[in-house]
């Protein structure tokens, strides 16, 4: 694509780094800036920055923070007894908006997927191994209901069973509002398999 200045194609390149940024919406995204006032754009630029020079992971359990041990580590509100295993920072952000959740979390960085090259040494599976058993009753196994989440699952769960720690993992099935009929076959089978009595 043929750009009249060198500014503007370097900041669409910029943009198309993104995940889920194709060329197009870089344009568009570019252009944007262009508008805004000066201000504006210098105030996103150190928001940027800001977030490359305060942001750091907790020592104790990878998620993302700003002080060392993150407020949930070191809330005494929280129950040291569960520890809920997620795979990235934003599935942290996603259980505490329910409010449901009062137990610690440990974040992997990622999924067991040996097509990517990514192993056991690449996730923070001994750091995990190191918070164990202590004062861990249980470990909730919270991760994506993929092939790589399963496969991470299972290998999670072989390694924490014979540490005598209980192991249970989020509960899988219909949406609240979905339709049967329009259901897959893996999603009923799985409903079906975690059916709550009542």
């Known amino acids: 694509m043929l750009y009249t200045s060198e500014a503007l194609q370097h900041l669409v390149e910029e943009f198309a780094q993104l995940p889920g940024i194709g060329r197009k919406t870089a344009l568009r995204l570019a252009l944007f800036v262009l508008k805004r006032p000066r201000e504006e754009v210098v105030k996103m630029a150190r928001a940027l920055v800001d977030v490359k020079d305060r942001i750091t992971y907790c020592s104790v359990c990878s998620n993302i923070t700003e002080h060392d041990p993150c407020v949930i580590c070191s809330s005494p509100r929280r129950d040291p007894h569960i520890i809920c295993v997620v795979e990235e920072p934003s599935d942290v952000m996603a259980i505490e908006k329910t409010n449901e959740f009062r137990g610690l979390y440990h ?17 923070k599976v001994r750091e995990l191994l190191n918070r164990l058993p202590g004062e861990i009753a249980e470990v909730i196994l919270a991760l994506n209901p993929n092939v790589e989440g399963e ?13 005598g720690v209980r192991v249970s993992r989020l509960a899988r099935g219909l949406p609240v509002g979905g339709n049967l009929e329009f259901t897959d ?7 079906l398999e975690g059916r709550i009595l009542l």
């Open 185 to 191: 076959e893996a999603t009923l089978s799985r409903a």
């Open 107 to 123: 974040v992997l960085g990622g999924a067991l997927s040996p097509l990517d090259g990514i192993g056991p040494d690449d996730l």
């Open 151 to 163: 496969a991470t699952t299972i290998y999670l769960t072989r390694l924490l069973k014979p540490l």
